[in-house]
């Protein structure tokens, strides 16, 4: 095996994944307290590769059940209070004197205290979003301050608390497991795939000639000679007892003729660089919903890193070699396998590389008559990879459907597709939607200039026109009792045919209301005052259609 591959000399300044720890103090010691009253189990670990990003805490599972009690980690106080639709929901900061602040995520509603002070908030600006920094020692908190209750709030996908620690000075996440927290786990992961990547260098760039799953032979594996870099990459199995969550491992290492190439491990990572998340994961698999971890560092992935090497060995000899996985969750339980590999097999089958193609390190600008693309933030991607733009017709859509690149291409840096405007459609309504591999149609914000229309894409595919001339539904659903507040809620139903509300209001006999947006069940709701008469409810969406809905509830 060669110390170095030529993969090290693609480019300067290529990093990967990193472990650093964020400052501690030894006067001032994190008490590193449980912000639930029970001992919960994980549905998430800190930098579980997500679509997209790293998970940036750990979810903390509340048996489906919103409104637990949510305490303050240690002694500190409220840095910072935000409320939005999307992302953490409502979300309370906790600045601690150590250098570490705590996030406390999607819940349903504040302490009292806090209620009050966002409230008066969303009333002076309004607005249902808020991001507000109390200025230091209005909010104190000790070690069982009650600040919140866990919720499904913003865009969680089920009640639970999502946890975070923060480098209070950085912002950057870190992983709450090296400060003083743990689960009760005694499952092992488990290694349930393994593939072998044949890659070579070009004038262009890092090229995969083929991937695949090496058939199950024991534990000797014939490979393809006469290529020029092999890489391996993993899927692994860590339930923690619960088989309907798998949760992200905090360790994978390879190890090859006793000697680490490669570690796989995230501590902490900022916020700008969350979608190399991307880069750590094999993006062709021919399986659908299967994940494999790359042991090896792509040239386009520039995230920090403490690893012994960058994953690649030598394919161009045909002697045996052995090697070890092995596999940490984060209690410490451990799993490993080994297996001997040799590239004695059929030659290796090198795939041409074609005339238009997309790398990490050029920007990349596509143009014809119809369609444009714009790359000039880089990365786009991490790896030399084709591109190919097709088109088709297709019912229901005013102009072609287009075939932009291949879906299994990760973006990094989001790049600008622009598509000309088709007869017929009205510029200030269209929108460019994405399709599915069902042909299902998402909206992406979008503008227009000069008879083009533009959007940015974070994943290549298919994608059209459309025109959005249809306003937002709204109807009364009733009545719902908010146990924690007191009270009786109005609960509206809130759909939009297809670029999304955008922005919403509600009066109350003539009084502006707090209006409380959930994107997910399309539900908009506020308090009911007593003795109200009548409601007027507005809804636009992203294109300005609008709905103006009123109701005199009993």
């Not at 994978?252 to 916020?271: A, I, M, N, P, W």
């Not at 119809?370 to 786009?380: I, T, W």
């Not at 990094?412 to 149609?441: E, M, W």
């Amino acid at each position: 095996m060669q110390g170095k591959s030529s993969v090290q000399r693609l480019g300067a300044g290529l990093l990967a994944l990193g472990l650093v720890q964020a400052p501690a103090t030894a006067q001032h010691p994190f008490r590193a307290a449980m912000p639930l009253d029970t001992m919960a189990d994980l549905s998430g670990t800190f930098a579980e590769i997500r679509p997209g990003h790293f998970h940036s805490g750990i979810d903390l599972r509340t048996g489906q059940a919103t409104g637990l009690p949510v305490t303050a980690a240690d002694t500190g106080h409220v840095s910072r209070v935000k409320v939005q639709a999307g992302g953490f929901g409502h979300a309370v900061y906790v600045e601690h004197p150590g250098g570490l602040t705590t996030v406390y995520a999607h819940l349903c509603r504040f302490s009292d205290t806090l209620q009050a002070y966002v409230l008066a908030a969303q009333e002076a600006s309004r607005s249902f979003e808020v991001n507000l920094f109390p200025e230091r020692g209005r909010f104190p908190a000790g070690p069982a301050t009650l600040i919140g209750y866990s919720g499904n709030t913003g865009s969680s996908q089920g009640p639970h608390l999502h946890f975070e620690l923060r480098d209070t000075r950085s912002q950057e996440p870190v992983d709450p497991m090296a400060h003083g927290y743990s689960v009760r786990d005694t499952v092992p992961p488990v290694i349930t795939g393994l593939r072998y990547h044949a890659y070579r260098t070009t004038p262009r760039g890092l090229w995969l000639d083929t991937a695949f799953t090496p058939p199950a032979a024991g534990k000797q594996l014939a490979l393809p000679r006469g290529g020029e870099l092999a890489a391996w990459s993993v899927e692994i199995s860590d339930h923690m007892g619960s088989p309907e969550i798998n949760l992200g491992p905090r360790e994978v290492t390879l190890e090859v003729d006793g000697k680490t190439r490669y570690r796989h491990r995230v501590s902490r990572f900022s916020y700008s660089d969350t979608r190399y998340a991307m880069s750590a994961t094999d993006h062709d698999t021919p399986e659908p919903g299967r994940t494999y971890i790359l042991l090896h560092r792509l040239p386009g992935n520039a995230l920090r890193r403490f690893s012994p090497g960058d994953g690649f060995l030598s394919a161009g000899d045909t002697l045996p070699h052995r090697a070890r996985i092995t596999v940490s969750d984060f209690s410490g339980n451990r799993t490993d396998t080994t297996f001997t590999f040799r590239h004695s097999g059929p030659p290796v089958g090198r795939t041409p590389v074609p005339e238009v193609t997309v790398t990490w390190d050029k920007p990349f600008y596509y143009m014809d008559s119809l369609v444009r693309l714009k790359a000039d933030g880089m990365p786009l991607t991490y790896r030399l990879q084709a591109f190919t733009v097709g088109r088709d017709t297709m019912a229901g859509f005013p102009g072609p459907v287009w075939y932009i690149g291949h879906r299994g291409i990760p973006i990094h840096r989001r790049p600008r597709l622009s598509l000309k405007l088709p007869p017929g459609v009205p510029p200030d309504k269209a929108v460019i939607v994405s399709l599915d591999r069902a042909g299902t149609p998402s909206a992406l914000a979008s503008s227009h200039m000069d008879g083009w229309i533009t959007a940015r894409i974070g994943a290549f595919g298919t994608f059209a026109l459309l025109p959005d001339t249809v306003p937002p539904v709204i109807s009364y659903t009733g009545d719902s009792l908010d146990v924690l507040a007191g009270g009786a809620w109005l609960v509206f139903k809130v759909t939009d045919s297809l670029s999304g509300v955008h922005t919403y209001e509600v009066v109350t006999d003539g009084r502006w209301s707090v209006a409380h947006w959930d994107p997910k069940a399309g539900k908009l709701s506020c308090e009911k005052p007593a003795g109200l008469r009548r409601t007027v409810v507005t809804v636009t969406d992203r294109k300005q259609n609008r709905t103006v809905y009123s109701v005199m509830p009993d």
